[in-house]
């Protein structure tokens, strides 16, 4: 996959947090509960 001329590549950041079965959808958690 190339990018355009003059456009920086998109960045995705996966911070642990979006995994911590022991957060809720509230404090953070961006998975179901049954894949974190």
């Not at 950041?13 to 179901?32: H, I, K, Q, T």
């Given at each position: 996959m190339?990018?355009?001329?003059?456009?920086e590549p998109?960045?995705?950041?996966?911070?642990?947090?979006?995994?911590?079965?022991?957060?809720?959808?509230?404090?953070?958690?961006?998975?179901?509960?049954?894949?974190?």
């Amino acid at each position: 996959m190339g990018s355009r001329l003059g456009e920086e590549p998109r960045r995705v950041v996966l911070w642990p947090l979006y995994f911590d079965a022991r957060r809720s959808r509230e404090e953070g958690r961006r998975v179901p509960k049954h894949l974190a």
